[in-house]
């Protein structure tokens, strides 16, 4: 049951890290001069994002294997170390972009298509999953664009804790509970669709004229 949870799970955030790297599809929400910054720190934090989302992947095939042999600690501390590294330089990224778009400032026009979409129409239509869509909707509907890049950053950070609580147990040499690998794997589906539904439903938005 442990390897089909596993399974399943990696599946989805395969099918929704693709779209997630267009996150910058909302920087039109800022003005011109602005864009290149914000849209260069979102797309770098994206890189590091996936990144440390490969190196966790790893970490978690270790501790699958330890389910029939023992668990190779060095190997799985190098790759949870690493996922971190990448994650802190992810989070970073996403720390520029939203003290730029602070700067920036926003354009009026823009922001009032996002108070004016019909949000719960749109995620019927696609099947959306409703808990991360209400997320998505809040900020968007209410024009609060930094609030997406800075929920972003939250959730980046719920993960960063889950790998320091599993590099604590392997610097010393134990198991790490199987829930922090289930905690992990849920972290990073969240985050991956949350940006993936950021980036549909912008697209969509600034598609209307």
Request: with cysteine.
């Amino acid at each position: 049951m442990k390897k089909i949870i596993f399974v399943v799970i990696t599946l989805v955030l395969s099918l929704t890290l693709g779209a997630f790297i267009e996150m910058n599809d909302i920087v039109p929400a800022f003005p011109e001069e602005e864009q290149g910054a914000i849209e260069s720190a979102v797309i770098q934090g994206a890189i590091y994002f996936l990144q440390a989302k490969s190196q966790a992947d790893l970490l978690l095939a270790e501790v699958e294997k330890s389910a029939k042999q023992p668990l190779n600690y060095s190997s799985a501390l190098i790759c949870t170390e690493k996922a971190i590294a990448e994650l802190e330089k992810s989070i970073n990224e996403y720390h520029q972009a939203i003290t730029c778009a602070k700067r920036a400032g926003y354009v009026n026009d823009v922001i009032q298509k996002f108070k004016n979409f019909n949000y719960d129409g749109f995620a019927s239509e696609n099947k959306l999953n409703r808990d991360i869509m209400a997320v998505v909707k809040a900020y968007f509907f209410g024009g609060n664009i930094i609030g997406v890049y800075q929920q972003y950053v939250e959730y980046l950070g719920e993960i960063l804790i889950t790998l320091h609580l599993i590099k604590d147990k392997l610097t010393a040499d134990l198991l790490p509970d199987i829930s922090l690998s289930w905690q992990l794997l849920q972290q990073f589906s969240r985050a991956s669709l949350f940006g993936n539904y950021c980036t549909l439903t912008a697209t969509t938005i600034l598609s209307i004229q």
